[in-house]
């Protein structure tokens, strides 16, 4: 069995005789057909009492029922660009069940002249039709659009987040009853603040009573357009002021994981003291970013999918903010090994329906086309995936982060330790490298030995990869995968992986192992290694810390102020990105942006039942 489809059903964009963006499924209309960025302002922003409310604020989270054509996200984006006294993050979360595909939106959002410098960010940005959580970021990250694909009643129970004013825009009640429903606004209640506002279009009565038996004081206004009246209310109770850690925080392992979390805190204003005991050696290779699918779609592959369009994301925002990235979205081809493997590769296409520019399957001829030369056989082009050349990444990243980020390069850890409120990282002879409140362990299989009691099943597995000088007859522009991969060098040639090797600390560069990787080439692409003698060539050797479950480990440990950031395997730069989103986007107290399933199957406390 290969599950249920991993899509969600796209809107179909019609329009009534008077030219308003209409929903077939529903029988109703977008908006107001006197204009719908007008009835956003009037009924949404005015009716939560915005901007003014959230002058000041270090934060702030709107929670929006209805995406539709995104107007009233773009119309709060809009009113935070023109308000000098913002907030410092404005996190914007909405649940759509049919959100459009790309270029449906763009034509619906094309008369609303003044919001396209918005709305070209907005597309750039959007994701395919894939069910479950998609976080988007823009104007460098402050404002972010958590949003969330799917049923309401499904997604919501979902959300962790801390709501300050709700849009509640769902189609008419009478039409669209299950956006309406006690359920629903149950759910709205949980995440709803004390003092929390709310504002939408009706004022239907069984709406009334369901928001004021969740614990809203609701009451009408004058409405907008051909509505008359419109509701508006606050969540009862008295505000709690959220105690939020002092912005500091110490960072073991200055690998992929650590950088990133590193950059995503200094993003947010902490100060971080980032500690390794050497650099680490990925200059002159690149690495894969691809999603992972599997028959039962297991959680590796339920996680990978929003972990995969975010690292995209995160990874043209640091092109487009001007820093130097080496990557390329020239997709992958994965092989399949064998006729049972295309058979299983072909069901799974079948059944879970991925968007074909996520995934899709192809045969033998197809395959050969794409690669530009003979290949083994049939399997699936993934064809937004990309490869990053590693070195670059940590460049870009820690010109980002900029003076927040302070670097202790050549320094141990050998012990922690508490004292006070702080954690601290001592060297061998017990002097502290650095201390703060907050400490991230993300130094890969050594943090099994800093964090004992936290029971890390972490493994280390060596792994070698071999570099192809160029060469004629090796002429290949995407990268090959399935019995290990083949990618294209930023520089020319090509390089071949992964050596597997458990048990092994050995960083030398090995003719055997080169002779391993020409093999894994030669059965991918025949005649492709030809002429490459393993004595000759050059390689990088490197270790990947491993986990039973192959999730990585995310997210704050047993221990107070603890947190880590491992387990990365042989798929470092699809999770690390969304990773280290998380951790920051929980130690900021923000909403998450994974579903609370999956953020707690990455958590370090699932090893202690």
């Given at each position: 069995?290969?599950?249920?489809?991993?899509?969600v059903?796209?809107?179909?964009l019609?329009?009534?005789?008077?030219?308003?963006?209409?929903?077939?499924?529903?029988?109703?209309?977008?908006?107001?057909?006197?204009g719908?960025?007008?009835?956003?302002?009037?009924?949404?922003l005015?009716g939560?009492?915005?901007?003014?409310?959230?002058r000041g604020?270090?934060?702030?989270?709107?929670l929006e029922?209805?995406?539709g054509?995104?107007?009233?996200?773009?119309?709060a984006?809009?009113a935070l660009?023109?308000?000098?006294?913002?907030?410092?993050?404005?996190?914007?979360?909405?649940?759509?069940?049919?959100?459009?595909v790309?270029?449906?939106?763009?034509?619906a959002?094309?008369p609303?002249?003044?919001l396209?410098?918005?709305?070209?960010?907005?597309?750039a940005?959007?994701?395919?039709?894939?069910?479950?959580f998609?976080?988007?970021?823009f104007?460098?990250?402050?404002?972010?659009?958590?949003?969330?694909?799917g049923?309401?009643?499904?997604?919501?129970?979902?959300?962790?987040?801390?709501?300050?004013?709700l849009?509640?825009?769902?189609?008419?009640?009478?039409?669209?009853?299950?956006?309406?429903?006690?359920?629903?606004?149950r759910?709205?209640?949980?995440?709803?603040?004390?003092?929390?506002?709310l504002a939408?279009?009706?004022?239907?009565?069984?709406?009334?009573a369901?928001?004021?038996?969740?614990?809203?004081?609701?009451e009408?206004?004058?409405?907008?357009?051909?509505?008359?009246?419109?509701?508006?209310?606050?969540?009862?109770?008295?505000?709690?002021p959220?105690?939020?850690?002092?912005?500091?925080a110490?960072?073991?392992g200055?690998?992929?994981?650590g950088?990133?979390?590193?950059?995503?805190?200094?993003?947010?204003?902490w100060?971080?003291?980032l500690?390794?005991?050497?650099?680490?050696?990925?200059?002159?290779t690149?690495?894969?970013?691809?999603?992972?699918?599997?028959?039962?779609?297991?959680?590796n592959?339920?996680?990978?999918?929003?972990?995969?369009?975010?690292?995209?994301?995160?990874f043209?925002?640091?092109?487009h903010?001007?820093?130097?990235?080496?990557?390329?979205r020239?997709?992958?081809?994965q092989?399949?090994?064998?006729?049972?493997?295309?058979?299983?590769?072909?069901?799974?296409?079948s059944?879970?329906?991925?968007?074909?520019?996520?995934?899709?399957?192809?045969?033998?001829?197809?395959?050969c086309?794409l690669?530009?030369?003979?290949?083994?056989?049939p399997?699936?082009?993934?064809p937004?995936?990309?490869w990053?050349?590693?070195?670059?990444?940590?460049?870009?990243?820690?010109?980002?982060?900029?003076?927040?980020?302070?670097?202790?390069?050549?320094?141990?850890v050998e012990?922690?330790?508490?004292?006070?409120g702080?954690?601290?990282?001592?060297?061998?002879?017990?002097?502290?490298i650095?201390?703060?409140?907050?400490?991230?362990?993300?130094?890969?299989f050594?943090a099994?030995?800093?964090?004992?009691?936290?029971?890390?099943?972490?493994?280390?597995?060596?792994?070698?990869?071999?570099f192809l000088?160029?060469?004629?007859s090796?002429v290949l522009?995407?990268?090959?995968?399935?019995?290990?991969?083949?990618?294209?060098?930023?520089?020319?040639?090509?390089?071949?992986?992964a050596?597997?090797q458990h048990?092994?600390?050995g960083?030398?560069?090995?003719?055997?192992?080169?002779?391993?990787n020409l093999?894994?080439?030669?059965?991918m692409?025949?005649?492709?290694?030809?002429?490459?003698?393993?004595?000759?060539?050059?390689?990088?050797?490197?270790?990947?810390?491993?986990?039973?479950?192959?999730?990585?480990?995310?997210?704050?440990?047993?221990?107070?102020g603890?947190?880590?950031a491992?387990?990365?395997?042989?798929?470092?730069?699809?999770?690390?990105?969304?990773?280290?989103?998380?951790?920051?986007?929980?130690l900021?107290?923000?909403?998450?942006?994974l579903p609370?399933?999956l953020?707690?199957?990455?958590?370090p406390k699932?090893?202690?039942?």
């Open positions: 069995m290969a599950g249920r489809s991993v899509c059903i796209p809107a179909r019609q329009r009534t005789p008077e030219g308003v963006p209409f929903a077939p499924e529903f029988q109703d209309i977008y908006h107001s057909a006197s719908g960025l007008a009835q956003a302002r009037h009924v949404f005015a939560n009492s915005l901007p003014e409310r959230w604020r270090d934060s702030f989270t709107i029922t209805g995406f054509l995104g107007l009233n996200f773009l119309a984006w809009d660009r023109n308000d000098p006294q913002g907030p410092a993050r404005l996190h914007f979360v909405s649940v759509e069940r049919h959100p459009f790309a270029g449906d939106l763009a034509e959002l094309a609303f002249e003044e396209q410098p918005l709305v070209k960010g907005l597309l940005t959007w994701p395919p039709p894939i069910a479950g998609h976080r988007l970021q104007d460098g990250g402050r404002v972010q659009l958590t949003l969330l694909a049923d309401a009643r499904e997604l919501l129970p979902q959300l962790e987040a801390s709501a300050d004013a849009f509640l825009d769902g189609f008419s009640p009478a039409k669209n009853p299950e956006m309406w429903s006690p359920e629903v606004v759910e709205l209640a949980r995440v709803a603040s004390p003092g929390a506002t939408t279009w009706t004022v239907a009565g069984g709406v009334r369901a928001l004021a038996g969740a614990g809203f004081r609701v009408k206004r004058e409405g907008f357009g051909s509505k008359r009246e419109m509701l508006v209310g606050v969540r009862e109770g008295d505000p709690v959220v105690a939020r850690p002092r912005r500091h110490v960072i073991v200055a690998g992929l994981a950088t990133l979390v590193a950059e995503r805190l200094a993003s947010r204003g100060e971080v003291e500690v390794d005991e050497r650099e680490k050696k990925v200059a002159g690149v690495g894969l970013v691809r999603p992972i699918a599997n028959l039962r779609d297991a959680v592959a339920q996680a990978s999918r929003p972990a995969f369009l975010y690292t995209l994301q995160h043209r925002a640091l092109q903010d001007g820093y130097h990235l080496v990557w390329r020239g997709g992958v081809l092989l399949a090994d064998g006729e049972d493997e295309a058979a299983r590769m072909a069901a799974i296409i059944a879970q329906g991925h968007p074909p520019e996520f995934l899709r399957y192809v045969d033998t001829a197809e395959a086309a690669a530009g030369r003979p290949v083994r056989g399997g699936w082009w993934m937004s995936a990309a990053v050349s590693p070195g670059s990444l940590a460049v870009a990243l820690l010109a980002r982060a900029g003076p927040g980020v302070r670097r202790h390069i050549g320094r141990r012990r922690l330790e508490r004292e006070g702080d954690w601290r990282a001592l060297a061998g002879d017990g002097s502290v650095a201390e703060a409140p907050t400490l991230v362990v993300a130094n890969a050594d099994k030995r800093l964090l004992p009691d936290v029971r890390l099943p972490l493994s280390r597995v060596r792994g070698q990869v071999t000088p160029a060469s004629p090796r522009d995407i990268v090959v995968s399935g019995s290990g991969y083949v990618a294209p060098l930023p520089d020319g040639g090509h390089v071949v992986g050596t597997y048990d092994d600390a960083e030398d560069i090995r003719a055997a192992d080169h002779r391993e093999a894994r080439a030669a059965s692409l025949p005649g492709f290694a030809d002429g490459a003698h393993p004595m000759e060539l050059d390689g990088l050797a490197g270790f990947r810390a491993t986990v039973p479950d192959r999730l990585p480990i995310f997210g704050a440990t047993q221990l107070p603890v947190w880590t491992t387990g990365l395997g042989s798929r470092g730069l699809l999770w690390a990105p969304l990773g280290a989103e998380l951790i920051a986007s929980r900021e107290g923000e909403p998450s942006p609370r399933d953020a707690g199957a990455l958590s699932r090893f202690l039942s």
